[in-house]
């Protein structure tokens, strides 16, 4: 599991993993969000702009009656998004870090 508050340094053999450059506590995450069907209508994204004051951008999705994704970016502090991610997965939704957490 990644935190993106902690830095880590990208090399050839973690290139494909989530790196992180936190420079500032304004941070920009891109991030897959995976809904499974029990959850697929719930406003989990509304949440959390109310709940951890976190503006997602919807770059892609896909939502069915059974299954849903959305491809967003997570722009915030880091601590919130850090909170809201934990968040996201313990109600079930699946988070996968896409790529560099840049500062916003």
Do not use: Y
């Amino acid at each position: 599991m990644h935190s993106i508050s902690r830095a880590s340094v990208p090399d050839a053999s973690t290139a494909s993993s989530a790196s992180v450059i936190f420079v500032s506590a304004e941070v920009r995450v891109r991030v897959k969000l995976t809904f499974p069907e029990a959850l697929v209508r719930r406003p989990v994204l509304a949440h959390l702009v109310r709940e951890f004051d976190i503006d997602p951008d919807i770059r892609r999705a896909d939502i069915a009656d059974s299954v849903g994704w959305i491809v967003c970016e997570l722009d915030g502090q880091a601590d919130r998004i850090d909170a809201a991610v934990a968040w996201l997965r313990n109600e079930g939704i699946g988070v996968d870090l896409l790529g560099d957490v840049l500062e916003s």
